[in-house]
């Protein structure tokens, strides 16, 4: 089962989740090697393909590199839970189609290593030994992004009408 | 019709229909900016649609971030960005043309009322000559070069009013950083943050309010035009927010309660009075950036470190904004007296500001600079510690060795 992997801090930046030095390149098998290595060295060692990052508010704050997004989703992060998220973070996510959720209180519920089940059709991280957070749904424009796989394939689609 | 704000008339001249807050609208842009650093990405991006711009004149390319080139990686990628805008009829900035930001308002590429994107989160800049910049990712700038559009969500506006004036000694990044400090740093997320600042102001003391509007997390920083920005400027008839538009929020600083600031480790956020911080050592000073990297910057430091030296303790680095502030730097003998003083001299662009050459951090070092952020590993090794200052204060801080004010250096004799 997934875990959660727990960062409560508040304005986690750019570059805390992929320090510029490594744009050099936007492999993210690449990237990933050094997602949230300044913050915590360990980070990319403990997470499990599948696993979800919980973190403060305001996540993603700082710089406008989309690399963020892929040092994330190359570690193996399937989704990010936050109470906010950062104004360019956000549209990144979006349209490289990975979920990001606003949620509160889950500092109350989750604790690092947590194992949980992300319920996307109903909104809901769920915590296997009890406990729940309901989380907002994404808004429709960014749904239909998200179900085409990203903005690219949207536009695609859009293209082939 | 409902009264708008600033924001509000930008956007819906570009949606072709009156728009207000909270709204979706697609809209023209009139330019694209990609610095060397998001090349790559945003041309594999365009690759992959089989797409090209548009409207290839309202494509820049600058190379700023890392330039000259670091290593083969980054030189590859400079050059890929190289042969894309001249095969394609796009605008080059080459390597020593200077900093996006400043490049594309010496241009004249900015201008009043206009629609600017940028690869680069401090695109909010444009705002100090009245122009809607803001920074995405790069597959939406590969997107609005492919499509000359792209969507956006109208933002809530966040008024700041100024009263009296600056005492001596204060400046624009005081103030920044002042309005920073009160917003916080999630403080105006998605917002558009609209100064009243009056006739106040040069163009580069706006360029310098603007850009550090996106450490409070806006979409936009715009100022309303005045002043120098009136005078030099075609500033459209229909700039101007109407009154009795609606803002989410409304931030009044009195100027004259203002003494020099200082953001502390690790966030632009954690603003505090240099008095309060004196004696901390410093083993590096930037003065630089497109937050203070202008010949007015420039001016201000040599003012301080006239007749005096950096302290052997501490580096001092220069890094003009541009190739037209280096030319005059050197022209009016700014750069003679910076050099006499002990500077070091580097290529305009970006400098160490976000870490990735000219001048990065070793493990327990302070620096002291004039840039806009000063987060965990920004400059090099994440146990550095940046505090952001004005270029002012940053001088003081080379001469000293230590965080200091100007007020604070022994006298200069003869």
Partial sequence: MPAARVYFKDHINTDEIIPARYLTTFEEAELAKHAMEDLDPDFVRRVRPGDVLLAGADFGCGSSREHAVWALRGAGIAAVLAPSFARIFYRNAINGGFPVFEADGLEQVFAEGDEVQLDTEHGLLRRRAGGQVQFRPLPEFAKRIAQAGGLLEYFRDQARG | ?414
């Fill in chain 2, 1 to 414: 019709m409902r009264p708008q704000t600033l924001a509000e008339k930008i956007l819906s001249r570009h949606a072709g229909r009156p728009v207000w807050a909270g709204e979706l609208c697609v809209v023209e842009v009139d330019h694209v900016m990609v610095v060397d650093s998001i090349a790559p990405s945003v041309l594999e991006v365009l690759q992959d649609l089989r797409a090209e711009p548009r409207y290839p004149d309202r494509v820049s390319f600058v190379i700023d971030h890392a330039a000259p080139a670091v290593n083969e990686s980054v030189a590859a990628a400079q050059r890929q960005a190289r042969t894309y805008a001249r095969e394609h009829g796009c605008l080059l900035f080459e390597v020593g043309r200077g900093i996006c930001h400043q490049v594309l308002i010496e241009e004249g590429i900015v201008q009043p009322g206009k629609l600017i994107l940028g690869s680069d989160s401090h695109s909010t800049t444009y705002g100090a000559v009245g122009a809607f910049g803001t920074g995405m990712g790069a597959t939406d700038i590969a997107l609005a070069a492919a499509a000359g559009r792209t969507w956006l969500k109208v933002p809530a506006s966040l008024k700041v009013v100024l009263r009296g004036e600056l005492g001596p000694g204060v400046g624009a990044k005081d103030l920044a950083l002042e309005m920073i400090g009160r917003l916080g740093a999630d403080g105006a997320t998605y917002m558009s943050i609209e100064i009243d600042a009056g006739d106040r102001f040069s163009r580069g003391e706006r360029m310098t309010l603007a850009n550090l509007c996106v450490e409070a997390g806006a979409k936009a920083g715009l100022v309303l035009p005045g002043g120098e920005v009136a005078r030099d400027y075609a500033v459209p008839e229909w700039l101007r927010p109407d009154p009795g538009a609606q803002y989410r929020a409304t931030l009044e600083i009195d100027l004259a309660e203002l003494s020099p600031r200082m953001s502390v480790p690790h966030q632009v956020d954690q603003v505090r009075e240099v008095a309060g911080l004196r004696g901390r050592k410093v083993d590096q000073v930037f003065l630089g950036s497109c937050t203070n990297g202008r010949l007015e910057d420039l001016h201000a430091a040599a003012q301080v470190l006239r007749g005096r030296r950096v302290n052997p303790g501490t580096r001092l680095l220069v890094i003009p904004a541009s190739s037209l502030v280096l030319e005059a730097a050197a022209e009016d003998g700014t750069l003679l007296t910076l050099l006499q003083a002990g500077a070091v001299l580097g290529t305009p662009g970006c400098g160490p500001c976000m870490g990735r050459h000219q001048g990065v951090l070793a493990p327990g070092e302070v620096c002291v600079s004039t840039s806009n952020r000063n987060f965990l590993g920004r400059m090099g090794s994440a146990e550095a510690e940046i505090y952001l200052a004005s270029p002012a204060v940053a001088a003081a801080c080379a001469v000293a060795g230590q965080i200091a004010l100007p007020e604070d250096l022994e006298a200069v004799h003869g």
